[in-house]
Structure formats: C-alpha cells, structure tokens
Nanobody
C-alpha cells in the first residue's frame, strides 16, 4: 500500500525559507518520478516541481530559481526547499507521483507566507 506523508509546513515571513519533506512507503523512489503540487482554496491543484527517477528536475515558472526539489533514494524521501517565499506561495503542498495517482494524495502540509 502506497503512503505519502508530507511535513515541514508552517508560517514564514515573505522572503523567508522553508523545507518540506515527503516520506514515501510502498514505492521505490529510485525508479519512480515524483513531484510536489500545491493547492489554494477555490483553485485547481497545480504542479510545482518534478523529479525523474534519474534526478532530472523541472519547475513551474512561478517558482523557478526559488524552489529546489530533491530526493534521497536510501531514505525514500522527497524534499522541497523553498526560498524567497512570497505570499502567493501560500498553499497546501502535496507530494505524489508524476503524473499523479488519484489514490495516492496525502493530507498535505500547509505553508503560509505572511508578515
């Protein structure tokens, strides 16, 4: 059974940094493409960043240069390091496969960027 558990969210001031983690079980990151997604109330969930099984990364234009996705295959964990945060980055952040699997969405972790 696949389980994805996100953590690391919180309240941060504009311009600050935050690191998110996604602990994965039931899948093998070494051979699986993963991604971070985010959703705000009333909006569709959007792709933030993805990483292939081989480590190639891609980012949404809105976060390029500010966010970094990475993974540790040994720990089966995916990370999202966020810097220069803006209020519009406030959202619930989720990890999932890339493309996402509908049954694999976790509870997400809330990021609030506010002064």
């Amino acid at each position: 059974q696949v389980q994805l558990v996100e953590s690391g969210g919180g309240l941060v001031q504009p311009g600050g940094s935050l690191g998110l983690s996604c602990a994965a079980s039931g899948i093998i990151l070494r051979i699986t493409a993963m991604a971070w997604y985010r959703q705000t109330p009333g909006k569709e969930r959007e792709l933030v960043a993805s990483i292939t099984s081989g480590g190639t990364t891609n980012y949404a234009d809105s976060v390029k240069g500010r966010f970094t996705i990475s993974k540790n295959n040994a720990k089966n964990t995916v990370y999202l390091q966020m810097s220069s945060l803006k209020p519009e980055d406030s959202a619930v952040y989720y990890c999932n496969l890339y493309p996402p699997r509908m049954n694999y969405w976790g509870k997400g972790t809330l990021v609030t960027v506010s002064s």
